[in-house]
C-alpha cells in the first residue's frame, strides 16, 4: 500500500472513529429520541459520503418497517410506503438480521421502489439491522450515488453505528415504560384514597365508592387519576 493510501485509510478511520464518539455523546444527551436518531443519521451520511442514510423501526404491532430518521430532504424517499417484514431489501435484513449490501439496485430484483431510487440517483445500499436482545427492530440504510463495493471496514462500520442507535431505542423504550408503571401506580394509590374518603364521607362500600369515581370520569371525560386527585384535594382544603 503506498503512502497516498495509507493517508487515506487513516483520515478514514479518524472520520468513523470521530462519527460514533459524536453519537455516543448524543445518546447520553437530554435530546428527545427523534432527534438523536436524526443526529445519527447526519452524522452517518456525512462521514461515510452517503447520498441517503436512513432508519426504519417496526410499528408497534410489529408487522411494517417505517422511516423514522433521515437527512434527505425528498419527500418522494422521505414518504416511501412502509415494508412488511421479508419485503424488499430492508424487510429481508430485518428477517434474517444481517447486513446485506447491493452493488446497484436497479439490477436487484428485490429492491422496492425502483422508481424512488432512479429519480433520486441512488445507486448502491447497504443495510444492518438495528439488534435488541437479539432481536432486530429496525434496519440503517446506506446509499450511494454511485457504484460502490461496501469494504468489511465499512460494514462494521455501519453495524456499530446500527447498535448505538439500538441502544438509544432501547433505552428509551425502557424509560417510557418506567414512567408509564410509575403512573399508573401513583393512579392507583390516589385512587384508593378517594375511595377511602367517599367510603368514610357518605358511608357507603367500597365498590360503590369505586362506581361512584369511575361514574365521575366518564360524566366529565376526566382519568380517574385526576377525580381522585379532585376529591382528596376537596378533602383536604375542608
Known amino acids: 500500500m503506498n503512502k497516498k493510501n495509507i493517508k487515506k485509510k487513516i483520515a478514514s478511520t479518524s472520520g468513523h472513529i470521530a462519527a460514533l464518539s459524536k453519537i455516543s455523546q448524543a445518546i447520553t444527551s437530554d435530546y428527545y429520541l427523534e432527534d438523536i436518531l436524526r443526529l445519527i443519521v447526519t452524522v452517518t451520511a456525512q462521514v461515510m459520503?452517503?447520498?441517503?442514510?436512513s432508519i426504519m423501526l417496526l410499528d408497534e404491532k410489529g408487522e411494517?418497517?417505517?422511516?423514522?430518521?433521515?437527512?434527505?430532504?425528498?419527500?418522494?424517499?422521505?414518504?416511501?410506503?412502509?415494508?412488511?417484514?421479508?419485503?424488499?431489501?430492508?424487510?429481508?435484513?430485518?428477517?434474517?438480521?444481517?447486513?446485506?449490501?447491493?452493488?446497484?439496485?436497479?439490477?436487484?430484483?428485490e429492491?422496492?421502489?425502483?422508481?424512488?431510487?432512479?429519480?433520486?440517483?441512488?445507486?448502491?445500499?447497504?443495510?444492518?439491522?438495528?439488534?435488541?436482545?437479539?432481536?432486530?427492530?429496525?434496519?440503517?440504510?446506506?446509499?450511494?450515488?454511485?457504484?460502490?463495493?461496501f469494504t468489511k471496514n465499512e460494514v462494521n462500520v455501519l453495524t456499530s453505528v446500527a447498535n448505538q442507535a439500538a441502544l438509544v431505542i432501547e433505552n428509551t423504550q425502557l424509560l417510557v415504560k418506567t414512567k408509564i408503571i410509575e403512573e399508573e401506580l401513583e393512579a392507583r394509590k390516589s385512587i384508593e384514597r378517594a375511595k377511602g374518603i367517599l367510603m368514610k364521607d357518605r358511608k357507603i362500600s367500597e365498590e360503590e365508592a369505586y362506581r361512584l369515581i369511575q361514574k365521575y370520569s366518564m360524566d366529565r371525560r376526566k382519568s380517574m387519576r385526576q377525580i381522585a386527585e379532585a376529591i382528596i384535594l376537596t378533602k383536604e382544603m375542608k
Open 64 to 109: 411494517h418497517l417505517h422511516i423514522r430518521a433521515t437527512q434527505s430532504i425528498s419527500d418522494a424517499y422521505n414518504k416511501k410506503p412502509p415494508l412488511k417484514i421479508g419485503e424488499g431489501i430492508a424487510g429481508k435484513v430485518l428477517s434474517i438480521n444481517k447486513p446485506h449490501s447491493v452493488y446497484n439496485i436497479s439490477q436487484e430484483k
Open 49 to 53: 459520503d452517503s447520498k441517503i442514510c
Open 111 to 149: 429492491y422496492k421502489y425502483k422508481n424512488i431510487a432512479q429519480k433520486e440517483g441512488l445507486v448502491s445500499l447497504l443495510c444492518v439491522p438495528l439488534v435488541v436482545k437479539n432481536k432486530a427492530i429496525g434496519v440503517i440504510n446506506l446509499y450511494t450515488s454511485s457504484p460502490h463495493k
